[in-house]
């Protein structure tokens, strides 16, 4: 049986550049490693993890919602990747090895953020590293493939993949994701829209799987399958 259970609350959109009250993303004065380590402050959605991963513990009598924690970790890959709002001026580009290290301002988790390589054209491989305590490490990498131009505006398709294990004081747990998320800037009335879409296929080591999906309009949807496969949503759209 598969149950539905929302986010609590709106998914923060990440913070946004010191003294710009405009966006957190593609603003003056933010480079692209920056911008990707804003991205992934929404680290308040990693928090359930660490309750669930307790709870999970033989001596609290098991996990109560099989397949939520994969569902959770799922829905904040998608997140990471992707900003929505409207867009104001490209973000500068970085020499390789790169480096940004901040932390959330909500959680105060450790973010770090890398330009990893840079192809032919506009490829860029970038990763990012997640140090939430009490709760675990995330890792995501991607590489930016260039830009597409089509019916719903420019494209920047990113194949990615996401881990995460969990803190030491935690049940052992860890748990991939793999896929394509396409970070978009399409016109609007004023002026032009960030967004993002994809899916990411999800797996933990408990041979769990499911998967995440982001659409143009913010909407963030997992699905775990099996045996007490739930399914979790929430929006990232302001």
């Not at 890959?77 to 867009?87: D, E, L, Q, T």
């Not at 990893?116 to 860029?124: A, C, K, L, T």
Request: charged share 20%.
């Amino acid at each position: 049986m598969t149950a539905s259970s929302p986010i609590s609350g709106p998914i923060a959109p990440g913070y946004t550049p010191s003294g710009d009250a405009r966006a957190a993303y593609e603003t003056h004065g933010t480079s692209l490693v920056r911008y990707v380590a804003r991205r992934a402050a929404k680290t308040r959605l990693l928090l359930p993890l660490g309750e669930l991963l307790r709870a999970g513990s033989p001596d609290r009598g098991g996990d109560s919602e099989p397949g939520k924690a994969l569902a959770v970790f799922g829905v904040y890959c998608a997140a990471s990747a992707a900003s929505y709002g409207r867009g104001y001026r490209q973000p500068s580009f970085d020499p390789v090895g790169a480096t940004v290290e901040e932390r959330d301002p909500e959680t105060g988790a450790r973010v770090v953020a890398r330009l990893e390589g840079r192809g032919p054209g506009d490829r860029y491989r970038l990763a990012v590293d997640v140090e939430l305590d009490g709760v675990g490490r995330f890792a995501g990498h991607e590489e930016i493939l260039g830009t597409t131009i089509g019916l719903h505006g420019l494209g920047m398709p990113a194949p990615s993949r996401f881990a995460f294990e969990s803190d030491p004081s935690l049940v052992p747990w860890s748990a991939t994701a793999e896929g394509t998320i396409t970070a978009e800037l399409a016109p609007g009335l004023r002026s032009w829209l960030v967004r993002g879409h994809g899916t990411l296929d999800l797996a933990d080591g408990t041979g769990r799987r499911g998967h995440v999906t982001l659409g143009r309009d913010g909407q963030i949807v997992a699905a775990i399958e099996g045996p007490g496969g739930i399914v979790l949503r929430g929006t990232i759209a302001g």
